[in-house]
T-cell receptor, first 113, second 113 residues
Framework: NAGVTQTPKFQVLKTGQSMTLQCAQD?????MYWYRQDPGMGLRLIYY???????DKGEVPNGYNVSRLNKREFSLRLESAAPSQTSVYFC????????????FGQGTRLTVV | AQTVTQSQPEMSVQEAETVTLSCTYD???????LFWYKQPPSRQMILVIRQEAYKQQNATENRFSVNFQKAAKSFSLKISDSQLGDAAMYFC??????????FGTGTRLKVLA
């Protein structure tokens, strides 16, 4: 069972470069999420998609854009990477909004130099 | 708004002993859910236990149990008979009908042999 798959697992970017983090789930979940994890700050919600065709901002959306491509896929784009975006990024999905377990991908460690 | 606070950045426990990790939360929602996730060094987020706020009975999963005090907005995790494999970061999370999972800053648990 693949669950939630994120690509890539590691990435180094130069300041100002752009990139897209990909996420796909094969559990037929309605809701998907993007988080960033920084030391001492836990996981902070960047964007979420409650259902296919909708996206909403989370706690820390600045500098990011998202696309819910279809029910399976939810991508996160950094248009002009900054060193402050160095972090570990997690994608997650859940069957319904908020009352069930969220399933997580293995994370992407992104370094912006 | 919804916040989750974990006031213990780090805890230690002797193997086979019991340890309790603290979590307090605040939410304006009447219907919400609480979770404890474990993050071992592999970085994978693993659900430990889940509690529905409308249920008064405390959730239990094998050696893991919670003490849910709704009026005090407290949701602590008790790990009994601690094992070396329990060493990890533990995150408390709250989720509600706003579709978001909000996490605390985490507690690093060390298990001493």
């Amino acid at each position: 069972n693949a669950g939630v798959t994120q690509t890539p697992k590691f990435q180094v970017l130069k300041t100002g470069q752009s990139m897209t983090l990909q996420c796909a789930q094969d559990m037929n979940h309605n809701s998907m999420y993007w988080y960033r994890q920084d030391p001492g700050m836990g996981l902070r919600l960047i964007y979420y998609s409650a259902s296919e065709g909708t996206t909403d901002k989370g706690e820390v959306p600045n500098g990011y854009n998202v696309s819910r491509l279809n029910k399976r896929e939810f991508s996160l784009r950094l248009e002009s990477a900054a060193p402050s975006q160095t972090s570990v990024y997690f994608c997650a999905s859940s069957p319904k909004a908020g009352n069930t377990e969220a399933f997580f991908g293995q994370g992407t460690r992104l370094t912006v130099v | 708004a919804q916040t989750v606070t974990q006031s213990q950045p780090e805890m230690s426990v002797q193997e086979a002993e019991t340890v309790t990790l603290s979590c307090t939360y605040d939410t304006s929602e009447s219907d919400y859910y609480l979770f404890w996730y474990k993050q071992p060094p592999s970085r994978q987020m693993i659900l430990v236990i889940r509690q529905e706020a409308y249920k008064q009975q405390n959730a239990t999963e094998n050696r893991f149990s919670v003490n849910f005090q709704k009026a005090a907005k407290s949701f602590s995790l008790k790990i009994s008979d601690s094992q070396l494999g329990d060493a990890a970061m533990y995150f408390c999370a709250c989720s509600s009908g706003t579709y978001k999972y909000i996490f605390g800053t985490g507690t690093r648990l060390k298990v001493l042999a």
